[in-house]
């Protein structure tokens, strides 16, 4: 299938295009051997012919600065790479035109054929902004389409443009940018090892043959011996050549428009008063994430209720059409339960990357990146890195993920190792739980409901941490490489809920399939650890049970519950509880809640399912019965009950700080290209876990 | 009459003209995001916890850490 690119620089408007072009044909994945998003669709031109849309980063230069702008020069020197354009759609703002051309200028350059797409024409018209497209067409050749992304219009004109292009490349003009004599030297000598037809692209190569995976070893090694008899200064020609193609395309430009060339949004200067004020910027920016997390709590409660409702249904059914109780156990406690803890949870994390997507369209997350900079590098962080940390309120998965925008590698991985610090919505059962044994539901401070102060404390120390284990690992972690901001706040627009739907879709996607297959594989696992055990002990749990309910007069349900609980006692996983019983002592823990603490590995909100069979509770997940039952619980050797407030204090410490979720680790592995990293993080968040529960339970028991 | 041309340090004037770099590393990615020699450059505010400054230049506007200004060289218009 013939492929098409879309290009341009990060404000352009390109994923408004690219999401009108695709519709809901988008899909998103991967560049293959790099963790950067790729977005892809098919669409069907009016000639009748199938092609694909790829929308690439959205990048300044093809001299890149951060790991997902570098894709796209790696691609792009690479005509052989299979995401190598037939065809560029070069997407910039009408307003802002004078501005967004570099990267233009270096795509002609390639060679490629390009389709310009000027966006904001509305705001342009209504600004008296006027271009002269001819004069534009004349200097480069290539066809222009002034559009109105939001409303379609021009769309159709560009659909028909692909086809003509596709069957007829526009010719590419001459050469924007005229080499320097070394930068010629340079490329004569590699042509001498690569073979290419385009001078600038093998100019590109004697930049990056370091970096570029296509490249094979020897060929870089030779690149090498030729690039070091050649005086070649990479930052010197990059800054040079930068200039050049400015000077060219800025005097085109404003020749065309037909007032000033570049348009000053007043409104968003007034708005940015306010909203990076000092003072005000600060507020308000807590009050909206007060109120992103507001909404996302609420509007989800509603579909978490229909998912696990829809669960429980289908489990019955399961029950009723699978005879064998064992394989019927298995699918509903072992698939299903793994599948209704993963679907549980996409309401909030959809919500969430919904509402967050509004704001970096609106043109507020760049405005907070810049008010809070300052404050995170103190703990080896970015501004950059707020994004992340935010997301990893709903799910460290597609937050970590998001760190692949922070160019710097030490702040990046810093970002990637405390994100999981931050209180998740897997965290939220656990803690609704537990902090009933700490202060009772009727208990006031002034006007503030306790239990409600405690649960905000819980995500403070959760955020407190996360900063102070950066500020730790930045004494640690040795890099020369500089870190750089440089974050352009763009215009504030209207945000395009298209792409918000859009965006939340792909990040919900890469949370199911990313904590779906590891969820679901443990949760497996965690059946069979959990239904089988050493043959002795299970068929003696089994002859008590049947003498209990003879002697208490038992009824049905009481049975099988009993027997689910006394079962699961001599299983592998109670053996395993029973193992971690002198370890967790310390803290308070018994060997119930070691299992519980075992199979919350998998992820953390499988420690209220756990509970509920150890408690005898069935399949119920109703907290309020489980709190009940919990607080019933006696210490067999004080006859004390179990869940004194001590121990409730640590096992919140141990749930806010311990690494417990394997799909996380999983993610951190990929991002940091080993298992080095996930490990550490593994043991440094886990043994601090332990050491807090540990002085918690000490001191206040 | 001739007047020299001084360069200066942007968050000491606030305004001016930029007529130089002085760290070919930050200029490089200052240019590629069109900041460019020739531009009009003000500093309109600091941000709250300090040592980023939010800065216009030719209609845009960028979030710039105090080594990244300090690079910029302007001249009083």
């Known amino acids: ?701 | 009459m001739f007047k020299p041309i001084i360069a200066k340090n942007l968050r000491e004037i606030k305004q001016g003209k930029i007529i130089g770099f002085t760290d070919e590393n930050i200029s490089k990615l200052l240019i590629s995001k069109g900041i460019l020699m020739g531009s009009i450059a003000s500093l309109v505010r600091e941000s709250p916890f300090g040592q980023t400054y939010y800065v216009k230049i030719d209609g845009l506007r960028f979030g710039l850490r105090k080594n990244e200004i300090d690079v910029i060289q302007v001249t009083e218009l």
């Open chain 1, 1 to 701: 299938m013939r492929k098409i690119a879309i290009l341009g620089n990060p404000n352009s408007g390109k994923s408004s295009v690219f999401n009108r072009l695709t519709g809901l044909s988008a899909k998103v994945g991967n560049f293959p051997g790099v963790t950067v998003e790729k977005k892809v669709g098919t669409i069907r031109l009016p000639s009748g012919l199938s092609v694909e849309i790829m929308d690439f980063p959205g990048v300044y230069s093809l001299h890149p600065n951060s790991k997902d702008e570098f894709i796209v020069t790696s691609i792009l020197t690479n005509p052989k790479d299979s995401h190598f354009p037939d065809l560029v759609l070069y997407v910039a703002d009408i307003m802002h035109l004078e501005k967004q051309l570099l990267l233009f200028s270096q795509l002609v350059d390639l060679g490629l054929p390009i389709i310009l797409v000027l966006t904001m024409k509305d705001l342009a018209e209504k600004d008296n902004l006027k271009i002269d497209l001819d004069i534009l067409k004349s200097a480069w050749n290539f066809p222009i389409y002034p559009i109105n992304a939001r409303t379609q219009e021009g769309m159709t004109g560009i659909l028909q443009e692909i086809d003509l292009q596709l069957i007829q490349p526009g010719i590419s003009p001459q050469q924007q940018y005229k080499l320097s004599y070394e930068e010629q030297n340079a490329v004569n000598g590699l042509n001498e090892v690569i073979t290419s037809n385009n001078v600038y692209q093998t100019l590109l190569v004697a930049h990056y043959y370091k970096q570029l995976p296509h490249l094979l070893p020897a060929q870089a090694d030779k690149i090498n011996k030729v690039m070091s008899r050649q005086g070649f200064n990479s930052i010197a020609f990059q800054i040079r050549e930068t200039m050049q193609r400015y000077d060219g395309f800025t005097d085109i430009v404003r020749k065309a428009a037909s007032s000033g060339t570049f348009k000053v949004s007043r409104l968003s200067e007034k708005a940015d008063e306010v909203l990076t004020h000092r003072w005000w910027g600060l507020i308000i920016f807590f009050v909206v994430n007060f109120l992103i997390f507001q909404a996302m709590f609420s509007w989800a409660s509603y579909p978490m209720q229909w998912i696990e409702s829809a669960f429980g249904w289908i489990g019955g059914l399961v029950n009723q059409a699978i005879a064998s109780p064992g394989w019927s156990s298995f699918v509903s406690d072992g698939i299903l339960a793994g599948l209704g803890g993963i679907l549980v949870f996409i309401p909030q994390i959809a919500i969430l990357f919904f509402l967050l997507t509004i704001l970096e369209d609106f043109g507020y997350m760049a405005r907070a990146v810049y008010m809070f900079d300052r404050l995170l590098q103190k703990f080896g962080l970015n501004g950059k890195s707020l994004v992340s940390l935010i997301a990893g309120g709903a799910c460290a998965i597609p937050a970590i993920m998001s760190t692949r925008t922070i160019s710097n590698q030490k702040e990046r991985l810093i970002t990637t190792l405390v994100t999981p610090f931050i209180s998740c919505s897997a965290r939220i059962p656990v803690y609704t739980i537990l902090v009933g044994f700490v202060v009772a539901s009727t208990h006031r401070i002034g006007p503030f409901n306790t239990q409600g102060l405690l649960f905000m404390g819980l995500y403070l120390l959760g955020i407190i941490t996360a900063l102070l284990a950066g500020w730790i690992l930045k004494q640690i972690i040795k890099s020369d490489e500089r870190s750089f901001l440089m974050i352009e706040l763009p215009d504030y627009k209207v945000p395009d809920f298209k792409v918000a739907l859009q965006t939340a879709f792909s990040k919900t996607s890469s949370f199911v399939v990313e904590a779906g297959k590891v969820i679901l594989l443990i949760s497996m696992a965690l059946w069979v650890l959990s239904s089988y055990g050493p043959k002795s002990k299970m068929e003696a749990s089994r002859r008590l049970v049947g003498e209990m309910v003879v002697a208490q007069n038992l009824n049905e349900q009481e049975a099988a519950d009993l027997l689910a609980n006394k079962k699961l006692e001599a299983s592998f996983a109670g053996t395993i509880g029973k193992w971690m019983e002198p370890v967790i002592k310390p803290l308070g823990f018994d060997w119930k809640i070691g299992i519980a603490l075992f199979t919350s590995f998998a992820a953390r909100e499988v420690f209220v399912g756990t509970m509920s069979t150890l408690y005898s509770l069935g399949t119920t997940e109703d907290y309020g019965t489980i709190q009940q039952r919990l607080a019933a619980e006696k210490d067999p050797v004080t006859n004390q009950p179990r869940f004194t407030m001590p121990v409730a204090v640590s096992l919140l410490l141990f749930y806010v700080f311990a690494m417990q979720c394997m799909s996380t680790m999983a993610v951190v592995r990929r991002e940091t290209g080993g298992w080095k990293w996930p490990i550490i993080q593994f043991l440094f968040m886990c043994t601090l876990a332990y050491l807090s529960s540990l002085i918690a339970y000490q001191i206040l028991s």
